[in-house]
């Protein structure tokens, strides 16, 4: 392939690769963050040709980022918007290798996603309403937490989204990427319930869930809500949007053990990120696993009648002296 010099300055390639990812039905919470994490890169190597740039640029401005004390976590993601950006080029060919391709970020501990328990979820959802927004807020976290939503894939639900009838939502997730998810009976219930009253707070949009101005929710409100549904319903154990997703990962799997539609739902590309919720609760699986499992089960049945032995032995020692 023939390197074609793009004779431009950085800032100009990033704003071409904002509006592909744009263009690819990004999320705008996803395009602001590949913005931040690539306003890093131009703060440490300047408004240069990125043609120019090489693997040992790359590395001394991570470098400088985890000087500066940024997490490894936080670390990872500024590398993988770095290559995304730098592969973008490759595609367009102004660029022949990608120079973040080949650098690792330092490694941190591997945080567990903080899923609720099935008593905090009920007590969180379960419970009366008062007034439309309470009702729509009711609609929201039922449908997050019976789906496994995203949050900006809930405040992107528009009123053709959901099929009421089948019990069904089209998701637009990472990527572009549509999925259809299961909708539990009560998440139905509670979405008639706010699609009954929502007109009350907005009458000409498409957007299933709206604000108190009528125009589509927003994040900082989503979360807003939630704390002030938690609060009043008294749930102690920390609440945030993703955490619902969390809980519907974590506690699915409890229920069915099947990964790979846990994974479906979810929308990950990867079974690989859906195993993390396998770590949250590794006693109720290897439970299933010893009552279900042909040889398991031999080791149970041979576990418990070395028990039963022993007992029996202990029993007919003489006492102790």
Do not use: C
Not at 89 to 112: A, F, M, S, T, Y
Not at 141 to 162: C, K, N, P, Q, T
Request: proline content about 4%; cysteine-free; overall charge positive.
């Amino acid at each position: 392939m023939t390197t074609t010099h793009s004779n431009v300055s950085l800032s100009i390639q990033i704003d071409v690769f904002l509006l592909a990812l744009e263009a690819r039905q990004y999320s705008p919470a996803t395009v602001s963050t590949y913005a931040i994490d690539l306003a890093h890169l131009m703060e440490r190597v300047g408004d240069v040709d990125p043609t120019g740039l090489s693997s040992h640029d790359i590395r001394r401005a991570l470098a400088t980022l985890h000087g500066r004390g940024y997490q490894p976590r936080t670390l990872a993601r500024t590398l993988s918007a770095w290559r995304s950006f730098f592969k973008h080029l490759v595609h367009l060919e102004l660029v022949q290798v990608n120079p973040g391709i080949g650098i690792r970020p330092p490694k941190g501990d591997k945080r567990l996603p903080n899923a609720l328990s099935v008593g905090d979820m009920a007590k969180l959802l379960d419970g009366p309403v008062e007034g439309v927004l309470e009702i729509r807020d009711q609609a929201m976290f039922e449908l997050m937490y019976s789906s496994g939503l995203r949050r900006a894939e809930l405040i992107g639900l528009h009123l053709d989204s959901v099929d009421l009838r089948e019990g069904e939502v089209r998701v637009i997730g990472k990527g572009g990427r549509t999925r259809i998810v299961p909708v539990g009976k009560k998440a139905v219930a509670a979405t008639q319930h706010w699609l009954a009253r929502r007109s009350e707070l907005a009458p000409d949009t498409s957007a299933l869930f709206v604000g108190i101005r009528g125009d589509r929710i927003g994040a900082s409100a989503l979360r807003l809500a939630l704390n002030r549904l938690a609060e009043k319903r008294g749930v102690m154990a920390r609440v945030h949007p993703h955490a619902l997703r969390h809980s519907f990962a974590s506690h699915m799997l409890q229920s069915s053990g099947n990964l790979r539609a846990v994974q479906e739902m979810l929308g990950h590309s990867s079974v690989s990120t859906t195993q993390i919720y396998t770590h949250l609760d590794m006693t109720h699986l290897r439970r299933a696993y010893q009552e279900a499992h042909p040889r398991a089960l031999k080791r149970k049945q041979a576990a418990e009648s070395l028990s039963e032995e022993a007992e029996t032995d202990a029993a007919h020692q003489p006492p102790a002296v």
